[in-house]
């Protein structure tokens, strides 16, 4: 029998066994029918009398749960009748709450994973790296504060002294110089702590960061930029430059026979800009469409830039130039949405940072506006759950580079005389990454399981609050579609990390 296919066998089976027992738990949990015995009206007997038929209560448990797979199955065979997925209390479907709450939390949970992957393997890299340094221990440190925060109370700080507090200041931005110096001092020492080095090179990068950024947050608030933010065409094109060259450094390095990289990254970066420039006005009643053609068209723009301005090396100068495009389209999108605040300022009546829901409601907006309410109700949220996975990616990647880059093919390629460069992120950094494909199957049960909890302090009606809804008040069937989809997530994903595990790792054999 095909690996995938006994794979896909006992991932079904493991996935019935779950919900079996899931379902179990939570029939057995309480009465449904508690609040209707206390209820004195003359349609009581009616009222039980009909949940008593939604909920199949008069059968026992294992019958109602065959009778709930058996609505499973009509959403999964064709033509096998009605898919509702059971009814609740009210004997409403389910699978329309599901459909409507499924977004929000797929939202919620592709951000968390997102962010947290990207923070946890820099900080995890920069780590390794600086072992024993002072910012290994700065990141240990935050990495187990962090993974020992709980959920709720992580939440319940950053709605009050980030979005209460955050949309306070916005009514009035201003800041006294002592906390402008304060914030560039401590800007200054992050950037100290990731440069590392000697001391005087620490002292250096604090005190040029420290004044840089005291500087750059004072010009901007007596320019106004906070009430009316925007990167500007000139801003999105030296920060595309800026891309162009830490990808070029990241990948190829900055060495004279990289120069053709380098050249055709900064072409692209400045093709990229002129698009934007001239893409501009279509963009402010922008649809979906239109941004998808947009940013095809830049990335596409930068890719030939770089073939053509990449000399002997015109396959990597297209892939660092394929990669500053889509900077370029970051920072485009970047630009609209700031240039979308004020609109939504006036909107939400200076409350821009919303601490309940996961929209505005009523909001009628353009296509910037909505997608900047979107984006700043998930932003919290998504600070709330990452937390505890920021922690364990970090510490997964610090102590996979240190592994590898202790072993005999990475001393070898430093004996050749290669750039550390090229063996930090050429050998040691790809193969330490590898452990990480299974670590995110895991970690989406962690998320799925954190949203619960997130979305009920924060109000989104997602999946967390139908699980939540329906195990407070006994209603087997919202809770079964949360567990449904949590659980074939769950499984689905350690399927897809043992094969590209397989497939990644050569010493992996799938039999």
Known sequence: ??????????????????????????????????????????????????????????????????????????????????????????????????????????????????????????????????????????????????????????????????????????????????????????????????????????????????????????????????????????????????????WSALLVGLRRRARPVLRGAIGSAVVGAAVVAVAQSRLADATWLTLGLVAVLVVALAALTGWALGGHARRAAAQVAALTGGTVVVLMVVDQLLRAYPALYHATDGRPVSTTGSRTPNLDGTFWETNLDLALHLVLPTIAVMLVSVATYTRFTRSGMLETLAQDHVRTARAGGLDERDVVVGHALRNALVPLVTLVAFDLAGILGGAVVVETVFGWNGLGRLFATGLANVDPNPVMAFFLVAAVATVTCNLLADLAYARLDPRIRLR
Request: proline share 4%.
């Open 1 to 246: 029998m095909p690996v995938v296919v006994r794979r896909l066998l006992v991932s079904l089976l493991v996935v019935l066994a779950s919900t079996a027992l899931m379902y179990g738990l939570v029939a057995l949990s309480g009465n449904p029918l508690q609040d209707l015995l206390e209820y004195s009206g003359p349609d009581r007997d009616a009222r039980i009398a009909a949940r008593t038929a939604a909920l199949d209560l008069d059968e026992p448990v294992p019958v109602r749960y065959a009778l709930w797979l058996q609505d499973v199955g009509r959403c999964v065979v064709p033509g096998g009748g009605d898919c509702t997925l059971g009814l609740d209390r009210q004997s409403r479907p389910v699978l329309p709450q599901l459909g409507s709450a499924l977004g929000s939390t797929l939202r919620l949970v592709a951000a968390a994973t997102a962010g947290a992957m990207v923070v946890g393997v820099v900080a995890g890299v920069v780590s390794a790296l600086r072992q024993y340094g002072a910012f290994d221990h700065a990141a240990t440190l935050v990495a187990f504060v962090c993974f020992s925060l709980p959920v709720f109370w992580v939440s319940t700080l950053l709605k009050q002294y980030v979005a209460i507090d955050l949309n306070t200041w916005l009514g009035d931005p201003s800041l006294a110089y002592g906390t402008i110096v304060a914030i560039g001092l401590a800007a200054g020492a992050g950037w100290a702590l990731l440069v590392g080095g000697s001391a005087r090179r620490r002292a250096l990068v604090l005190v040029v960061a420290a004044a840089a950024t005291s500087s750059t947050l004072l010009a901007l608030i007596i320019s106004g930029w906070f009430r009316r933010p925007s990167l500007g065409v000139l801003g999105v094109a030296v920060s595309a430059v800026v891309a162009a060259l830490l």
